[in-house]
């Protein structure tokens, strides 16, 4: 058990770390590198740096209001 | 109270740090554009950093597990002892 719990918070920090990594690479330096550099190959266009983590955003808030929602019906059941 | 005030200066900083960048126009206008998702992308990270560290070195004690479960003995059979009814429903 704890070395499940470990491995998911490694795992949670190279994901964590990863992203930051890839996101500042894009949004940070890309600008800076030529049009026609190679680099440009790896990476979305920038319209996605944005859409990207908006939808992100969207879905988690979704979520979050749908489990909201899901225990305090739950709760009210149990009331009655 | 002070933390909110510190955090709060902190986010106005950021925001009049930003403004100036897209009045002076340093930077292309639509890099500028990316630098508070940057930095809400930033945060998420972080804090997903600190969850996944705070997972990896969690504190356990099991010396203290067992001296809680010796205390739980003794709390039941002292209270069995006063007539008081413990089976769970």
């Keep these: 058990m704890e070395l499940a719990d470990r491995a998911v918070?490694?795992?949670?920090?190279?994901?964590?770390?990863?992203?930051?990594t890839y996101y500042?690479?894009?949004v940070i330096i890309?600008?800076?590198v030529d049009d026609d550099h190679f680099v440009h190959k790896y990476f979305l266009p920038q319209e996605y740096a944005i859409l990207i983590p908006v939808s992100a955003g969207v879905t988690l808030l979704c979520f979050l209001s749908i489990f909201v929602g899901v225990?305090?019906?739950?709760?009210?059941?149990k009331k009655a | 109270m002070k933390h909110?005030?510190?955090?709060?200066?902190l986010v106005v900083a950021i925001t009049v740090?930003?403004?100036?960048?897209?009045?002076?126009s340093v930077i292309p206008y639509n890099h500028t554009w990316l630098l508070p998702i940057y930095f809400v992308v930033s945060l998420g990270c972080y804090g997903l950093l600190m969850v996944g560290v705070g997972l990896m070195n969690f504190p356990t004690c099991p010396q203290e597990a067992l001296l809680?479960?010796?205390?739980?003995v003794e709390a039941k059979e002292y209270l069995k002892q006063k007539g008081?009814?413990?089976t769970l429903n």
């Design chain 1, 9 to 20: 918070g490694f795992l949670l920090s190279v994901t964590s770390l990863s992203i930051f």
């Design chain 1, 71 to 77: 225990v305090m019906l739950k709760s009210k059941r």
């Design chain 1, 30 to 32: 890309l600008p800076f």
């Design chain 1, 24 to 26: 500042t690479f894009w």
């Design chain 2, 68 to 72: 809680l479960q010796k205390d739980i």
């Design chain 2, 84 to 86: 008081v009814d413990l």
């Design chain 2, 4 to 9: 909110i005030v510190k955090i709060l200066a």
């Design chain 2, 17 to 24: 740090l930003w403004i100036g960048l897209l009045q002076t």
